[in-house]
């Protein structure tokens, strides 16, 4: 265990709005990440693509200004709130790293893109040692509409995945 301690380790944590994420974050900081260790705390927050929309009206008319979707107030607007959605996702990992783990360096990317790419390409350009994240603990049918994130990333980084599930709550356990 005191190689553990001594080693620098860069592990790399997608962090997004989801309570799974945040969940994989304080059990890496209980479980992973040891005290007075040298080890960094990557923070990384995916900004989905902007959807693309058509500049057509549903008429289809191109030549009537009325026919644009959105105007360029709209989109700014937009890319203002997911930029200010991103700065809160980050400034909450920041804080739950300080409360759990005082002594740990933390660094913050934010970069935009599809998060499974996004994810696998920063896991490699920044030599992550390890890569956490949560998993939603979708069923076969809605993985197979949606797609499986952590499974994408777990297919394809390089670097070892560690999957955090959230326990599922039982109502009669109260």
């Known amino acids: 265990m005191a190689d553990v301690a001594e080693s620098e380790r860069r592990i790399l944590v997608a962090v997004d709005e989801g309570e799974e994420s945040m969940h994989a974050l304080s059990w890496c900081l209980k479980n992973v990440v040891s005290q007075n260790s040298k080890d960094t705390l990557i923070l990384l927050y995916a900004k989905p693509p902007r959807a693309v929309y058509t500049a057509l009206d549903g008429t289809g008319r191109r030549e009537d200004p009325s026919g644009y979707l959105f105007s360029s107030d709209i989109l700014a607007a937009m890319e203002k709130y997911g930029a200010e959605v991103a700065a ?87």
């Open 88 to 174: 809160c996702v980050i400034e909450k990992a920041k804080k739950m790293c300080k409360d759990l783990q005082q002594d740990v360096k933390v660094e913050t990317r934010v970069e935009n893109g599809d998060p499974r790419d996004v994810i696998c390409q920063m896991a490699e350009q920044l030599g992550a040692d390890v890569l956490v994240m949560g998993s939603h603990g979708y069923g076969l049918i809605k993985r197979a509409f949606l797609g499986s994130v952590s499974n994408h990333c777990a297919q394809n980084v390089k670097c070892p995945v560690l999957i955090v599930k959230k326990p599922k709550t039982n109502a009669f356990s109260k």
